[in-house]
């Protein structure tokens, strides 16, 4: 076991007090900056950096970054939501780490959608029908896998085709899911 614990701090955002939504800071009590590139190829982490070493992953919409020594979460419901996902991000380090000698350790992000990609294919009328302010936010959202194609109402088949078939090159649910069965 590389993580025996942590100490977590919950708050709320100081630049917008009047976000509902809080944040978590976990200070870990050991160092596992080991772990980190096993970590990232178990659960196919959204991006990796080097210097310093720390993996990101988006698990229901939750920024997630994993430090050696940290891990921030950020647009929590509530502490007991915290309390849920740093309780499966200790196993899943646990596990990564236990299991290192079965992982090929994974250095870089996995591939992510091109905004321009998704952009080139919209109507960029900025009608505001999608409940988007402009086809650039909307094509944001598409990328990040908060919405779909079908949300715009006035792209037509071919041109929401071919945006389907560009996001089906990526692994969306690794980005989006924190709970594996």
């Known amino acids: 076991m590389i993580l025996k614990g942590y100490t977590k701090k919950i708050f709320n955002s100081e630049c917008n007090p009047a976000c509902e939504g809080v944040h978590c800071i976990a200070k870990l009590d050991q160092d596992i900056a080991e772990v980190l590139p096993y970590l990232s190829a178990a659960l196919g982490g959204y991006e990796y950096l080097n210097n310093p070493p720390a993996v990101t992953f988006k698990a ?100 929401g085709n071919r945006i389907g078939e560009y996001m089906g090159r990526f692994d969306m649910e690794k980005y989006y899911s924190w709970l594996r069965p």
Not at 102 to 110: K, L, N
Not at 142 to 154: H, K, S, Y
């Open 60 to 159: 229901h919409g939750k920024p997630i970054a994993v430090q050696a020594s940290q891990i921030a979460i950020n647009a929590l419901r509530s502490e007991a939501e915290a309390d849920k996902i740093l309780s499966w991000l200790q196993r899943e380090i646990n596990e990564a780490w236990e299991n290192r000698s079965r992982i090929e350790p994974c250095y870089e992000g996995a591939p992510k959608p091109n905004l321009i990609e998704v952009l080139k294919h919209l109507p960029k009328t900025n009608c505001q029908k999608c409940n988007q302010p402009t086809c650039m936010v909307f094509a944001v959202r598409i990328t990040e896998g908060n919405l779909a194609a079908d949300d715009c109402p006035i792209l037509d088949k071919e041109q």
